[in-house]
C-alpha cells in the first residue's frame, strides 16, 4: 500500500532564510510526486511535480523539490522564505493504482 | 481560464438531515474528484471519476453517501442522513486528460449539529 508521510506538524522559519518541509512515500513502482499549498479558506493549489527526469524539481512562487530515490524522500525547499509563504503544505504520492495520497500536511510559519 | 467551481461554501445541518454539494470543474477536464478533509488532515479521496463513469469509489460510505456526474461535467455529492462525524470540508478537484496534477475547488465546509 502507498503512504506518505510529513514528520513535522509544524516549520518555524525566519524571513530570509532556507526552508524545508520534509516528505518520505512509499509506493510500488515508479512514484509520481507532489507538493500542495493551502492558504487558510481556500482549496488546494498545485506547487510542482516529480514524474521523471531530474532529481531537483522547479515550481511555482521559487520553490522547489529534491527526489531522493533510495531516501524515499521528497522534500521541498525555498532559498529565502518570505512572510507570504506562511501556509499549510501538503505531500502527496500517486503510485501504479492512479490514486493520489495526501499526507496530513505541515504548516510553515515565516516569521518577519 | 475559470477554475473549480463549488457550492456552497458553507453548509451548517442538524444530524439526520440531507445535504448535498455541488461541483463544476475546469473545462475540459475529464477527471473529477471529491475528497474528504478532516481538521488538521489531508484530503482523502471519496469518489473518482473518469467521465461519467465512477472509476474508484472504494472510500465511500455508500449506505449515506452518494455521487453523480450524469454528463460527464458537473457532479453531486450527497450525505443522507447526515452524521456529526460528518463535518468537514468536502473538496472537489479536475484533472486534465493525461494530466497529473489536480486543481481544486475552494471547498465546502460542512458542519453538522
Known amino acids: 500500500a502507498q503512504s506518505v508521510a510529513q514528520p513535522e506538524d509544524q516549520v518555524n522559519v525566519a524571513e530570509g532564510n532556507p526552508l524545508t518541509v520534509k516528505c518520505t512515500y512509499s509506493?510500488?513502482?515508479?512514484?509520481?510526486l507532489f507538493w500542495y499549498v493551502q492558504y487558510p479558506n481556500r482549496g488546494l493549489q498545485f506547487l510542482l511535480k516529480?514524474?521523471?527526469?531530474?532529481?531537483l524539481v522547479k515550481g511555482s512562487y521559487g520553490f522547489e523539490a529534491e527526489f531522493n530515490k533510495s531516501q524515499t524522500s521528497f522534500h521541498l525547499k525555498k532559498p529565502s522564505a518570505l512572510v507570504s509563504d506562511s501556509a499549510l503544505y501538503f505531500c502527496?504520492?500517486?503510485?501504479?493504482?492512479?490514486?493520489?495520497?495526501f499526507g496530513a500536511g505541515t504548516r510553515l510559519f515565516v516569521k518577519a | 481560464e475559470a477554475g473549480v467551481v463549488q457550492s456552497p461554501r458553507y453548509k451548517i445541518i442538524e444530524k439526520k438531515q440531507p445535504v448535498a454539494f455541488w461541483c463544476n470543474p475546469i473545462?475540459?477536464?475529464?477527471?473529477l474528484y471529491w475528497y474528504r478533509q478532516n481538521l488538521g488532515q489531508g484530503p482523502e479521496l471519496l469518489i473518482r471519476?473518469?467521465?461519467?463513469?465512477?472509476?474508484?469509489d472504494s472510500q465511500l460510505p455508500k449506505d449515506r453517501f452518494s455521487a453523480e456526474r450524469l454528463k460527464g461535467v458537473d457532479s453531486t455529492l450527497k450525505i443522507q442522513p447526515a452524521e456529526l462525524g460528518d463535518s468537514a470540508v468536502y473538496l472537489c478537484?479536475?484533472?486534465?486528460?493525461?494530466?497529473?496534477?489536480?486543481?481544486f475547488g475552494p471547498g465546502t465546509r460542512l458542519t453538522v449539529l
Open positions: 516529480y514524474i521523471t527526469g531530474d532529481n
Open positions: 471519476y473518469e467521465n461519467e463513469e465512477a472509476v474508484d
Open positions: 509506493v510500488s513502482g515508479n512514484p509520481y
Open positions: 473545462s475540459g477536464h475529464n477527471t
Open positions: 478537484a479536475s484533472s486534465s486528460p493525461g494530466g497529473n496534477e489536480q486543481f
Open positions: 502527496a504520492v500517486k503510485g501504479g493504482g492512479f490514486k493520489t495520497i
